[in-house]
């Protein structure tokens, strides 16, 4: 099973706000599920749809590099 991590870990990683990666989530622009119901619920990003979505982001250049 893939790693589950949470909205202020990938804004860790991101170099950004957790509110930001809300705002990503809720525009589609990255894969993430909702546990539970109302209130309480919370968002979780799989490690592989942080790493693909990542990986779509980087300059053609940056991938060329890491070949």
């Known amino acids: 099973m893939d790693e ?4 202020e870990e ?3 990683i991101l170099k950004v ?3 930001t990666i809300l705002r990503w989530i ?3 622009t990255l894969a993430a ?3 539970g119901e109302g209130r309480r619920s919370e968002w979780r990003i ?3 749809d942080l ?3 990542i990986e ?3 300059k053609p250049a940056e991938r060329k590099n890491e070949s």
């Open 33 to 35: 599920v909702k546990l």
């Open 56 to 58: 779509a982001r980087l």
């Open 17 to 19: 706000s957790p509110r």
């Open 10 to 12: 990938v804004a860790n």
């Open 26 to 28: 809720h525009a589609g």
């Open 46 to 48: 799989r490690r592989q």
């Open 4 to 7: 589950l991590l949470t909205t």
């Open 51 to 53: 790493n693909e979505y």
